[in-house]
């Protein structure tokens, strides 16, 4: 096997140039400025000290350049993984207190052992158990419990929750007590970024710039907030009237710490662990995955579990958070024109030189501008649009995305998650448990068969095929004896059945129990089994089993086959029976 599998960075760093070089500098540039204030927002919204977020901006970079297999996917703290990393924390402890950091530190330690062991035994088939409409359902409920919540630091007062009633409840009774120089820092910064993010591209662009460069230019609307409103903090020392500010940041690189070994801690964690794991690999692959698609490359996602692993462990030992690929940041990184992983090696650089350098002046950046820019970047998450389209194309979709949202909302984001995977599951398990099934007849003058239902078609007293659109398995098993039995009773003329199987992909042992007993019950009752179209793999476990030996009819290549064969053999069968007769009256 070979070692690039294990390690991406021998595929492409042996071939690195300096005009590859150059591309990646640049994006690490912009998306260093892009990622300082958004790591200092989304630990935050985690609850965390703002220079956690920074930790986790370093190591972590460093790690899934080395291990990840996207050249372009950004690493780091997002919004949906510090609302779910406050959610595990704030019922265990006081957010920002020593044992809530030492339990951001063990998730981060917990979710990239679970991620890296995933990856080992490539289980990443794991997260198809999160659908699209509950991954969607969950990250737009998610956007909006997150800009609830900032909602407070806009205002400048006190509040909190975990859900949004608790939320709302704890806003309305304090709208009162609104702190207006809060309130226009906030307000200010919230109308200027949604401001920038609708017309300052089509303005540049006005103004003679390129789009792409107009657009990098749009991203970095946040930076200019930031400079702007710690600038007259600190020239009107508004802190002094009540303004929050980020406060006194330790300068210097993180230190490696231990996370927690206490058994009791780790077993309370599990499970939020897990779907931050999860949950965080599916937004990353399929970031990683699109943005790969437009460059013609690939991305490994057994690899990528490995390289989240890896980052997430890093954030663990140096201080950090749980991170994982943010959108916005690697759709920057990639029209930024990075060509690498090693852009995020840049780019963690870049942090770092920020955390020896700059942190002396973001002790004056207001909290509100920190939460204006929160919920800027989470209202691109809050995709009413895929609401409507799921329950107009699928009701069982969107009951299983609805529950979702509300249970996200009105009690907790793993209460959310977990009924949607939930409801996903039984509502499949219900599905395949009463496939579709058709009676097929050939369609005249050609080799084809359709649902009698559906078409015009020709059909044999004798003779029913019945074609099942789904693997056979112990759900459907029962379903498939009373769907083949009523077919017998009803048809006192049937001499063969076929069973038609293009779509049954699997036989398990359950369904391949339920098979004998139709064959036999159908041997009691004078009519024949056949098989048709069976693909290779189905075919393959049933020549292991006495089952073939035991079919009282045959296994037929094509329907048009079985159709040619059985209406031979019935029409002998009736020559027979009228020279019998005649027989009997000579």
Partial sequence: MKLTRFLPLLDWLPRY???????????????????????????????????????????????????????????????VASLMTAAALGKLFEPGSGDYIAGAVLLAVMSGLMLVLMGVFRLGFLANFLSHPVISGFITASGLVIAASQLRHLLGVNGGGHNLLELVRGLYGQLGQSHWPTVIIG??????????RRYLQPLLVRLGLSTSTAAMLTKTAPILAVVVTTLVTWWLRLDQ?????????PGGLPALVMPSLDITLWQQLFMSALLISVVGFVESVSVGQTLAAKR?????????????????LGAGFSGGMPVTGGFSRSVVNF????ETPAAGAFTAVGIALATLLLTPAIAMLPVATLAATIIVAVSSLIDFRAVVRTWRYSRADFLAMLATIVLTLVYSVEAGILAGVGLSLGLFLYRTSRPHSAVLGRVPGTEHFRNVRRHQVETRPELVMLRVDESLYFANARFLEDCVLDLVSSRPELKHLVLVCPAVNLIDASALESLEVINERLENSGVRLHLSEVKGPVMDRLQGT?????????????????????????????????????????
């Fill in 17 to 79: 140039s300096r005009a590859v070089l150059a591309r990646d500098l640049l994006a690490a540039v912009i998306v260093t400025v892009m990622l300082i204030p958004q790591s200092l927002a989304y630990a935050m919204l985690a609850g965390l000290p703002p220079q956690v977020g920074l930790y986790a901006s370093m190591l972590p970079l460093l790690l899934y350049a080395i291990f990840g297999s996207s050249r372009t996917l950004s690493v780091g703290p997002v919004a």
């Fill in 187 to 196: 307000a200010g910064a919230l109308v200027f970024l949604l401001a920038a």
């Fill in 241 to 249: 009237t009540g303004v929050a500010v980020v406060g006194d940041i």
């Fill in 296 to 312: 013609r490359q690939r991305i490994d996602p057994d690899q990528e579990l490995v390289g989240l692993g890896a980052a997430n």
């Fill in 335 to 338: 029209d930024a024109g990075a």
């Fill in 546 to 586: 006495s089952f073939l030996e035991r079919l009282t009819g045959q296994i037929y290549l094509t329907n048009f086959q079985a159709w040619q064969a059985l209406g031979q053999d019935s029409r002998m069968s009736t020559e027979q029976a009228l020279a019998s007769d005649i027989g009997k009256n000579a």
